[in-house]
């Protein structure tokens, strides 16, 4: 069993749905979530993240983490073309010099 | 600023042959990462350097070497390739912004070995 999982998708969405995306763990000892956004052909960028429970709101992207179930979210609202990219969780158990652990990725198009 | 830059950005091997994958990074980061990007296997970790001097292994460290030639540049060695080491390999360094130590990746190194 890997220790982050993420279902790859893909994922098609109308423009202006709103999107979610889901990651489950299965080491409690994660403390910093992170959702990174890789482009086609591009490295990944970081997005947003979230130090241990709750939520953290950024624009039209909200962050969730819920510790007690190991299961954390990204939701985008009011989706546009622009959103089309592959969304990788990441977390690690420090917020310095940390090795991070990657989910697969989930695969997201928005259409017209 | 660039960033993090890499190069080659392809490179087509032969089995058995070898090459060097370039990182640079002009942020004044200590640490550095490389990883490896496979289909439905995520981004693996294949060894990082907290420091000038230092280097760890990774997830999958088999089959590669590295080198912290100086706190800019990290390079990533194949010494005797072979057709599984076909992937995307991915620079990264990290520095703290806004209370993470956060990683910022390079474009990437497509690689296939025939």
């Known amino acids: 069993q890997k220790e982050v999982e993420q279902d790859p998708g893909p994922l098609s969405v109308p423009e202006g749905a709103i999107v979610s995306l889901n990651c489950t763990y299965s080491?409690?000892?994660?403390?910093?979530f992170m959702w990174y956004r890789q482009y086609s052909r591009k490295g990944p960028e970081l997005l947003m993240y979230t130090y241990s429970s709750g939520n953290k709101e950024d624009g039209r992207f909200t962050a969730q983490v819920d510790k007690s179930s190991k299961y954390i979210s990204l939701f985008i609202r009011d989706s546009q073309p622009s959103d089309s990219a592959t969304y990788l969780c990441?977390?690690?158990?420090?917020?310095?010099?940390?090795?991070?652990?990657f989910g697969t990725g989930t695969q997201l198009k928005v259409e017209l | 600023n660039a960033g993090v830059t890499q190069t080659p950005k392809f490179q087509v091997l032969k089995t058995g042959q070898s090459m060097t994958l370039q990182c640079a990074q002009d942020m004044n980061h200590n640490s550095m990462y490389w990883y490896r990007q496979d289909p439905g296997m995520g981004l693996r970790l294949i060894y990082y350097?907290?420091?000038?001097?230092?280097?760890d292994k990774g997830e999958v460290p088999n089959g590669y070497n590295v080198s912290r030639l100086n706190k800019r540049e990290f390079s990533l060695r194949l010494e005797s390739a072979a057709p599984s080491q076909t992937s995307v390999y991915f620079c990264?360094?990290?520095?703290?912004?806004?209370?993470?130590?956060?990683?910022?990746f390079g474009p990437g190194t497509r690689l296939t070995v025939l």
């Open positions: 350097s907290a420091s000038e001097g230092t280097t």
């Open positions: 990264a360094s990290s520095g703290l912004a806004g209370g993470l130590d956060t990683q910022y």
């Open positions: 990441a977390m690690s158990f420090t917020g310095g010099g940390n090795k991070l652990t």
């Open positions: 080491n409690s000892a994660f403390q910093y």
